[in-house]
């Protein structure tokens, strides 16, 4: 498979070239030339499918013959290590528990698909070695910290704001070791993000073969497709129109749900679902795209004011504005808002959700008041003991420890603090 850039400036690159550069030299997103729908017998026979199955059948044609069958399946069956349960909250209401994996937020999924591919490539070519550059808010770091743990080739640095990631989130980054370095950067998400961009294009560090692990990464970001399959084979009801709502905040969850209903999974309806960084839901309502600077707020994961992936979904529908809004609607919530719902959800139905998860419950209930009829399936995209400080006083619980986060509580922290965009350049040479 073929991919372009979406800036349309730069030369077509294959798999593993995308995945190795991350972002096109003309700085814009990879796009695959093809999308290929699946036969309409996969869909018929999904329940007598494996999730393994399922998801070699959806992601083959991206990564074409340049991973052969056997190492796919094996790099597959390697990022399926758990279940995600769709769990029913209240008539036609469903959650799709993406939190089972190790770091126990679904961004598991793409980070242990991405490190294994890049381990896959470095084995035909040991004398080659890739530095993961990434910036994280919170649950990327984690996720991508565990995945990429131990793989051959690649070294991993994460920077992380300091003072602005929770307890849990902090021990996931800097308690691995190994191949893994956190960089507690003095300052917000903003001055991480912005060093990374400047890494990337730093002509000094050329040679270090730079690359990212967030969904803007093709192979982040497609085996995210996997489980909106996993949904579907579940659900009992399948005569009924489906609407799935994403918690979004760089719509790589989102978009990776639009590419499986253009392999042909019947999804009527799209709800992104943000917080009150609510570019899209403004953008679907006034015409004009308008990023802002992010705000903090309790769902911190989705604080995105300018969502990269916005562009891909863009593409999928050609550009076309009335054919996307007619699959696709967006609705922002507030902290407020998202608070007593959470609680309500408890209340209602004893399920214990969490902030991002209950964004989404709030944008698919909006759109399943204009179409009542429907099913309709919210991501729950972390686990609630992500977002303890949260759930646990608006609930009035308390929350066991499981075993993933255990794993990690008595292990020491080991960061290396910087400040400077110098600091961080003398770290990478
Ligand atoms: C990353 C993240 C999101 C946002 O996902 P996108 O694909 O960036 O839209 C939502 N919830 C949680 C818990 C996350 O970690």
Redesign the pocket.
Known sequence: MRYYSLNHNAPEVSFKEAVIQGLAPDKGLYFPQSITALPAAFFENIEALSNEQIAFEAIRQFTGDEIPEKDLKEIIADTLCFDFPLVKVEKNVYSLEL?HGPTM???DVGARFMSRCLAFFNKANTNSKNTVLVAT????GG?VASGFLGVKGVEVIILYPSGKVSDIQERQLTTLGQNITALEVDGVFDDCQDMVKKAFLDADLKHKNLTSAN?INIARWLP?MFYFFFAYKQLKSKGKSLIFS???????????GIMAKRLGLPIAHFV?STNVNDTVPRFLEKGNYEPKPSKATI?N??D?GN???FIRIQELYDHNLEAFKKDFSSYSFTDAATTIALENIYSNSGYIA?P??TV?FLGLKAEMQKQPNSVGIF?E??HPI??SEVVEPALKIKLPIPKQIEGVMNKEKRMIKIKTYAELKAFLI
């Open positions: 939190f937020a679904f961004k808010s919170g649950d990327t996720a969904s995210q994403c918690p979004s905040g760089n719509f790589g969850n989102i978009c990776a992104a769902s994961a989705m995105v969502p990269s992936n969490e991002h998860g989404g991501l995209t972390a992500k977002f």
